[in-house]
């Protein structure tokens, strides 16, 4: 398998506790370079845990994370496994950028600081170097002229347009998002939805949480249904969302809709 070929991400056999709490039971996933993986389901079914683990923001207690083909090393087991080599951890990291349903922008800095802030401290870039593709970066998700205000003077869909802007300064192999347009309202919404859009037409590397099930269907390539920690379906988005084989998907789908 040739470096294009390999998986971005590629996860097997996934388990993940919290305490007596068994949210993730098993679950392989994975995300080929240029694809859009939306992982759908109820509340409570382990989707952001799973994603949340993509990244190694929570540790899970058994399975196989691999980035690029490279697996993620690990020490300890069960409840005591942890990731063994923090250089890896902070390498993969850096590599998917998390957009979060919250957005998690700095209140203090402006929009243009908060872009800048990663590359010019985690990656040790020059400022000089950065401010240029930040401010690109602004125009692309269409709040350039935004560059010098703080969060709280932004809407709901300014401020998560500027949180993709700064994931996407760390020029990663994969963006992933957490519900992040649940948080706004639907005119809002739109404007987030449109820049989520144009990034899975430039054929990035996605993998996306989200109740939107139109956005399901526009974007994605591979759907997966999760339940209680479970894949109980996945495939193409026409198969999942227009011809769910379980009584669950079907359950789930009809609630999506009503």
């Known amino acids: 398998m040739g ?3 390999t998986p971005v991400i590629a996860i ?4 993940k506790r919290f305490g007596a709490l068994e949210v993730l039971r098993g ?3 994975t995300a080929h370079r240029g694809h859009v993986v939306s992982l759908i389901g109820s509340s409570g079914s382990g989707k952001s845990t799973l994603l949340r683990c993509c990244n190694l923001l929570e540790i899970s207690q058994q399975g196989e994370i691999r980035f690029e ?5 690990w020490t300890g087991e069960g409840l005591a496994r942890h990731p063994a080599d923090s250089a890896q951890v902070l390498r993969i990291r850096t590599n998917l950028g998390m957009v979060f349903q919250q957005f998690n922008l700095w209140a203090h800095m402006t929009i243009l600081q908060n872009v800048m802030e990663a ?4 990656l040790r870039e020059p400022r000089a170097e950065v401010e240029p593709r930040a401010r690109a970066l ?3 998700v269409g709040i350039a002229d935004k560059a010098d205000v703080y969060p709280a003077q932004l809407s709901g869909g300014q401020q998560q347009r ?3 802007a700064r994931a996407l300064c760390m020029q990663p192999r994969a963006l992933l998002f957490d519900e992040p347009t649940s948080a706004l309202d639907p005119e809002l919404e739109q404007e987030v939805v449109r820049v989520i859009k144009a990034l899975a037409a430039e054929g990035r590397t996605m993998i996306l949480v989200t109740h939107d099930m139109r956005l399901v269907a526009d974007l994605s390539d591979h759907v997966v249904f999760l339940h209680e920690g479970r894949i109980i379906e996945e495939g193409p988005p026409g198969d999942i969302l227009a011809a769910p084989r379980t009584e669950r998907l079907r359950g789930f789908l009809n609630a999506s809709h009503a």
């Open 3 to 5: 470096k294009q070929d």
């Open 138 to 140: 602004l125009e692309k």
């Open 27 to 29: 679950v392989d996933l």
């Open 12 to 15: 097997r056999d996934l388990h």
């Open 69 to 73: 083909g490279e697996p993620v090393r």
């Open 162 to 164: 500027a949180a993709i």
């Open 119 to 122: 590359p010019v401290t985690v």
